[in-house]
Nanobody, 125 residues
């Protein structure tokens, strides 16, 4: 059973940056494609970014393209989300997720088998 723990969230001013981390335990990160989703209050959980097991495929939501970068370090069993030029609309709980179908970087939440508990990101305007 893979366990995922997110960290790095917090309060930041608009235009600032944050780096989220997702540490995996109980499994080998290279066995999974990974993704970040986010959920704002009163809204559905939305796709943010995903990455295949070796990093060859990376996908981004249009709303974060050019501002966010997903990466992974399989040796450290950790996935990252570098977030720059943050906007108030980026405020949400951010979740990382793992997909056993590691060759792709899928965009829909139902593809993901394991989820973290989330980390809050708040961007003040």
């Amino acid at each position: 059973q893979v366990q995922l723990v997110e960290s790095g969230g917090g309060l930041v001013q608009a235009g600032g940056s944050l780096r989220l981390s997702c540490a995996a335990s109980g499994g080998t990160l290279s066995s999974f494609a990974m993704a970040w989703f986010r959920q704002a209050p009163g809204k559905e959980r939305d796709f943010v970014s995903s990455i295949s097991w070796n990093g060859d495929i990376r996908q981004y939501a249009d709303s974060v393209k050019g501002r966010f970068t997903i990466s992974r370090d399989n040796a450290k069993n950790t996935v990252y989300l570098e977030m720059n030029s943050l906007k108030a609309e980026d405020t949400a709980v951010y979740y990382c997720a793992a997909d056993r179908f590691r060759a792709l970087a899928r965009r829909y939440s139902s593809a993901y088998n394991y989820w973290g508990q989330g980390t809050q990101v708040t961007v003040s305007s």
